[in-house]
């Protein structure tokens, strides 16, 4: 089994997602599991703001960036 703490996700890759996107995308880029991410959005826990659009979960990208100390290019 291979580990890997190297996350695929680069600042500008994020920025590409546009404004939302889903939590398993946004736990990915948070190196959250993707049953663990929607778990804590389900809970209220995820670490930014989850919007809830119907049935789905979104969240905007904005404030992943924020957590992760990076402006987000208006």
């Known amino acids: 089994m291979s580990t890997t703490t190297d996350n695929p996700w680069t600042i500008d890759a994020v920025r590409d997602l546009g404004v939302t996107t889903d939590v398993g995308t946004a736990g990915a880029i ?4 993707r049953s663990k991410a929607y778990a804590l959005a389900k809970s209220g826990q995820f ?24 402006q987000a290019i208006t």
């Open 30 to 33: 948070l190196g959250i599991g």
């Open 47 to 70: 670490p930014v703001r989850v919007l809830r659009v119907g049935r789905r979960y979104v969240v905007p990208v904005p404030e992943i960036l924020e957590l992760l100390g990076v």
